[in-house]
């Protein structure tokens, strides 16, 4: 699973970094990133649509923010940020 999460980081950070994400989307992952390393389980959930999908590079399909807050939760156990 840390595997999976990795992968979509990583595909979202080349995406942006190469201008391929759509205007706005820079302020998004201006936030998200950010609230991720902090571990703000609330402030990441809220950035997404009222009922969302999540489609993570594992193939499982997240739907709902229940579900998708869960699978984040998990993550954030295991995610230790490296601190400069």
């Given at each position: 699973m840390r595997m999976a999460y990795a992968a979509v980081l990583t595909a979202m950070i080349v995406a942006w970094s190469v201008g391929a994400a759509p205007q706005g989307y820079d302020a998004l992952g201006g936030s998200w990133a950010p609230d991720w390393n902090a571990k703000n389980l609330d402030a990441i959930v809220a950035l997404y649509a009222p009922e969302p999908v999540f489609l993570p590079t594992s193939g499982v399909r997240w739907a709902g923010a229940t579900v998708i807050r869960k699978a984040f939760a998990g993550a954030?156990?295991?995610?230790a940020p490296e601190h400069p």
């Open positions: 954030l156990k295991q995610f």
